[in-house]
């Protein structure tokens, strides 16, 4: 069995090339120092699911509020800039859905939807989210965007390409 690492190193490297997050300031790029602004927003917006071998899924997900989802889809800033302006406590009435990596061997099995739905679940018990919205990098997050606000019952907004 692969130490722990190797899961963890596949994911970062999943997730840079993937996002291109390194070449892109403009994005999110998850150091120490975003995590635990992530966590701060809300402690279920950047989650995992692991296994023997470390992380198999990641997902960020973090409310915010409405003016700034309307902002960050009409284009006006990016979204660096959605997470840096999210007001530290709320009030949130939006929810981005960031992104939701998982290992290709582990894919096609609902993590990514058992992880947005759980994160979701949460955020919902602690502030009246009623829009969900995304920026769609393949089909797969457009799948996980539109099944996520079915379940929920929240409409749905997405920045366009």
């Known amino acids: 069995m692969p130490p722990a ?8 490297r999943l997730a840079e090339e993937f ?34 071998d470390g992380p198999i899924a990641w997902m960020l997900l973090f409310p915010t509020t409405q ?23 709320g009030p949130y009435t939006a929810v981005y859905l960031c992104s939701a990596l998982v ?24 502030h009246p989210i009623d829009t969900l919205f995304y920026w769609a990098f393949s089909g797969a997050g457009e799948k996980l965007a539109r099944t996520v606000s079915r379940r929920f019952g929240l409409p749905l907004s997405r920045r366009p390409d």
Request: without cysteine.
């Open 5 to 12: 690492e190797d899961n963890l190193q596949r994911m970062i």
């Open 19 to 52: 996002f291109g997050t390194r070449s892109d300031p403009a994005q999110i790029s998850v150091t120490p120092e975003v995590s635990e602004r992530l966590r701060l927003i809300h402690p279920h917006a950047l989650t995992e699911e692991r296994n023997e």
């Open 67 to 89: 003016a700034l989802k309307e902002e960050f889809i009409a284009g006006r800033i990016t979204e660096r800039e959605l997470l840096e302006k999210t007001p530290l406590g």
């Open 103 to 126: 290992l290709p061997e582990f894919r096609r099995k609902g993590l990514a939807t058992k992880l947005v739905s759980e994160a979701l679940q949460a955020i919902l018990k602690d």
